[in-house]
């Protein structure tokens, strides 16, 4: 088998243990995944702050004897502050911006044996549902079609794995920006409970304790073996979330059950959704039913319409205080042109809200966290779809133009759009979106799964469960399965 094969064929934990065998080293699988981005990003535009000498020196020095060393590996450019690694994090008003200090996610990562090489491209601010950021010079493309959008805000993650570029990267989460990504590119994604992952030093908590990093993998084992390297609190974290039972890589030898899933193929306020995503849990529903479990159509009791408008406003005040922090370090207003029409538009939505005005906002994403938890006393999961559409077409959801309230609340805005993944960042509980349904035109739609507050472990053994028993690995854009045939 050559290394192009190789690669293809193996996850990030097969990558590793080929390695330890000797059968290939860390600088020939970074050799790999470098060709991969030249081949492949000026088409996708994913990959961003390449930082080849900085992963040839961390080879150099010696790898840490983590589980997954030697494994080629991409940082969101949002978050994940790296000495080595500045960012623009979306924006032309924070580009190329410096780090004194690594973040502890990415020491964790680091730790872990990964080589990381460069950054993966985000939307200004990690707001919306696509990656089309003015700073990278054009859109984000989704490998299963170059005319759609990989999501976001983790699209440029997105793309790069289901391109075939890397197995695994690091992605956040603060409204879906994990499982829209995942969903939309035919991936698997977690997001788990409230900080389970760190924030530490540079973040208190991001967006009143709904972000939170995680990963876009094609294997739900990759996703087990990189929360277990990154999870658990970081020094001074203001709230930890419930220890795990054992692990997530022990979760993935749970066969519980049977359990009670509720579902629902419309949205959580009983708005229909695309066909195509209806089909997608309907097919989900069938397949769990035949796994043993029992599948009860409900809704949860809960205000959903009032939490959105609560996180908008919450998300509106992040993004003043980002800009207006960054505007007021460097002494001169802000010019025309550094940052888009979202983030603008925010900015002067922020400053109609008051203080007590946030505070209510924060009540009502901790109110509506206690009415998903009563309605869990009545199922182990819930199942959805992850979006209300296939992935969109570039454009539709750019930030060019847009008033920010109308671009999140409007009839065609996001929240119509992805209507499910928001209420767990809200409410702190673990999700995950799962590949298991295509469209006729060959556009992924994922299914969404949601667990208890601090039932991680669960819910990841119910993933694997299901990766078992409907494997997506070998499905491949068209894209990546030009990049591996052998060359003559």
Request: glycine fraction near 10%.
């Amino acid at each position: 088998m050559n290394i192009a094969e190789l690669y293809d064929q193996s996850d990030a934990v097969a990558l590793a243990e080929h390695v330890a065998k000797g059968d290939v080293t860390p600088g020939e699988l970074l050799d790999e995944a470098l060709a991969r981005v030249a081949a492949l990003n000026p088409q996708l535009n994913a990959v961003t702050l390449l930082r080849e000498d900085v992963a040839r020196r961390l080879i150099e020095e010696g790898l840490p004897e983590g589980p997954l060393r030697g494994v080629p590996f991409l940082l969101k450019d949002l978050g994940a502050e790296a000495i080595d690694f500045p960012s623009n994090n979306g924006s032309r008003l924070f580009a190329n911006t410096r780090y004194a200090q690594d973040s502890a996610i990415y020491a964790r990562l680091r730790a872990a044996g990964l080589v990381t090489f460069g950054r993966t491209t985000s939307p200004e601010g990690g707001v919306g549902p696509t990656t089309e950021s003015a700073v990278y010079g054009g859109p984000t493309r989704n490998p299963w079609n170059l005319d759609h959008t990989p999501g976001g805000s983790s699209g440029g993650a997105a793309a790069a794995v289901a391109a075939g570029i890397l197995p695994a990267a690091h992605g956040s989460d603060g409204g879906g920006s994990v499982r829209i990504p995942a969903s939309s590119c035919g991936l698997f994604g977690f997001k788990a409970t409230r900080a389970r992952t760190p924030d530490g030093p540079y973040v208190g908590e991001g967006w009143a304790g709904m972000a939170i990093d995680g990963f876009l993998t094609r294997s739900v084992r990759d996703s087990a073996v990189l929360l277990d390297a990154t999870q658990g609190p970081d020094l001074g974290a203001p709230y930890v979330a419930p220890p795990l039972k054992a692990s997530f890589s022990a979760a993935l030898a749970r066969r519980d059950g049977p359990f009670t899933i509720a579902f629902t193929t419309t949205t959580l306020t009983g708005d229909p959704i695309a066909p195509e995503c209806r089909a997608a849990v309907e097919a989900a529903v069938k397949l769990l039913e035949s796994l043993g479990h029992r599948l009860v159509e409900a809704r949860p009791e809960a205000d959903t319409a009032g939490m959105m408008a609560a996180w908008t406003k919450i998300v509106g005040c992040g993004t003043a205080l980002t800009v207006e922090s960054a505007v007021r370090r460097r002494g001169r207003p802000l010019e025309d042109g550094e940052i888009e029409s979202v983030a603008r538009s925010a900015v002067e939505y922020a400053r109609g809200i008051s203080g007590a005005d946030y505070l209510e906002a924060v009540n009502k994403v901790h109110a509506y966290g206690r009415e998903m938890a009563a309605f869990f006393q009545r199922a182990d999961f819930f199942l959805t779809a992850t979006l209300a559409e296939p992935p969109a077409k570039l454009g539709r959801f750019d930030h060019v133009g847009r008033d920010y309230l109308d671009y999140r609340m409007g009839p065609d805005g996001v929240f119509a759009y992805s209507p499910f993944t928001a209420a767990f960042n809200a409410s702190g509980q673990p999700a995950a979106s799962l590949p298991l349904h295509w469209t006729a035109e060959g556009l992924p739609v994922g299914i969404h799964l949601a667990a208890p507050f601090g039932h991680d472990e669960a819910l990841l053994g119910l993933c694997a469960r299901i990766e078992e028993a409907a494997p997506w690995a070998g499905r491949r854009p068209p894209i990546a399965r030009k990049q591996v045939e052998p060359k003559i």
